[in-house]
């Protein structure tokens, strides 16, 4: 018997599920923050599930979000959901009321507007387009995405690189890094003449050390496991000053200002081993880490005053008007890219229903013309070969009126206003 005729990929196949800053603290944000270590045991565990065909965890210090094409999408929330408490082993009270969940268009416009920075703390900032490329070649290495979120990240990617080219935007734009060194510059007054301890030197610290250095300070403290990285570093800028990680705590007392980002899973100043070294100086500390990297407690300790990344959103808002008018500009362009995709969904449901019928139809033949074979004993091959030609006439006449009628549907489809993407939505 020929398959069962599947008619292809439908938008509303198109699922995600995640918590971000805007609706879940930090506290709650840390237990579910997917890191290096734990990333691929969560794709393998995800895909073994079955609930999804294709599969994308976008990860970064404000958001934890998992995207995904799914034939049963209601099923397919329904696991993703689940899967946040058994992964992350969190009960449904503590995560339950913080994961949004979005299916369809809203999945297609939301990922757009991340990927733009219009639903970053700092808006239009620079750094999340490199977060969501880098999330999108770990799931290519994993082989966890197809065709749909293949087109979906790629097009949101190239639209952000876009808009940032045409608009300006990124010209205007700062860091979550550079908007934390500006409050602490606020506390401070000035940072010059102060000494700066650095953890960590991924992307964001690096950000942190340069905008450090324009500002004159007098010690530049910078550490990290991999000491290698600090050597390299420290040769692009002579002022950084190497520490071993294991030392650490041994400078605590020498420094004005600590600003903490690492992928740890774990603390890496811890309020013990922090008592042992404060000497009770004013101390500023910045933890723009997911999960922390330091200690709530040691914020109740005198003379210290810690900030963490979600304390950073009310500066950054200031941001938003400075620059409104280039949002407005890069909107327009932003839906334009969103529809784009859309009507490309739409088309590949077209193509993908045509070739069904196609295979569906020389599904019959073949198992027609073999039944023939048996029964038709006194037959010659070329009388068996006007035979077969005659079916795929056949085939192909009774298929074009079909065939028609599904491209008509698809281009009455694209017009329809309601199936288009706007920001209001």
């Avoid at 393998?44 to 599930?49: A, D, H, V």
């Avoid at 450090?212 to 000491?227: A, D, F, Q, S």
């Avoid at 490309?344 to 019928?357: G, M, N, P, Y």
């Amino acid at each position: 018997m020929p398959k069962k005729f599947n008619p292809g990929f439908n938008l509303e196949n198109l699922i995600m599920t995640g918590v971000d800053y805007k609706n879940c603290p930090v506290e709650t944000r840390e237990k579910v923050a997917f890191t290096h270590s734990n990333l691929e045991k969560a794709y393998e565990r995800i895909k073994k599930s079955g609930k999804t065909s294709e599969l994308l965890i976008l990860f970064t210090c404000n958001r934890s979000e998992l995207y995904a094409v799914s034939e049963n999408p209601a099923e397919g929330v329904k696991y993703l959901k689940q899967f946040y408490t058994d992964f992350f082993n969190v009960t449904d009270e503590e995560i339950g009321k913080y994961i949004i969940v979005r299916t369809h268009k809203e999945v297609v416009k939301h990922i757009f507007e991340v990927a733009m920075g219009f639903q970053s703390m700092v808006f239009g900032e620079d750094q999340i387009l490199g977060q969501v490329k880098n999330s999108y070649d770990k799931a290519l290495k994993t082989r966890s995405t197809g065709k749909i979120l293949n087109r979906l990240f790629i097009e949101s990617i190239t639209s952000a690189k876009k808009i940032r080219v045409m608009t300006g935007i990124s010209e205007n734009s700062v860091s979550v890094s550079s908007i934390g060194i500006k409050l602490i510059e606020q506390k401070l007054n000035c940072l010059s003449g102060k000494n700066v301890l650095v953890i960590g030197l991924g992307k964001m610290s690096k950000i942190a050390v340069k905008n450090i250095i324009k500002k004159g300070i007098n010690k530049l403290y910078v550490t990290n496991r991999t000491r290698r990285k600090v050597t390299d570093f420290a040769k692009e800028f002579p002022q950084v000053i190497q520490i071993d990680f294991k030392d650490r705590y041994s400078v605590i007392d020498d420094v004005d200002v600590i600003i903490s980002c690492t992928s740890a899973p774990h603390y890496v100043i811890s309020e013990k081993k922090f008592l042992d070294a404060y000497k009770n100086r004013p101390l500023y500390m910045l933890d723009l880490a997911i999960p922390r990297d330091i200690e709530p407690a040691i914020n109740n300790i005198s003379g210290v005053e810690l900030y963490r990344i979600d304390d950073l959103e009310k500066i950054a808002q200031d941001n938003i008007e400075k620059r409104l008018k280039i949002k407005q500009q890069a909107e327009k362009i932003l839906v334009e890219d969103m529809n784009k995709f859309i009507d490309w969904t739409h088309e590949a449901i077209v193509t993908d229903a045509i070739i069904s019928i196609q295979k569906f139809s020389r599904e019959i033949i073949e198992e027609e013309l073999s039944k023939l074979r048996e029964q038709l004993t006194n037959i010659d091959e070329e009388q068996l070969e006007i035979i077969e030609d005659t079916f795929c006439n056949l085939a192909k006449l009774l298929s074009h009126q079909p065939t028609a009628k599904i491209k008509e549907f698809a281009r009455e489809y694209q017009k329809c206003s309601c199936h288009s993407i706007t920001l209001c939505d």
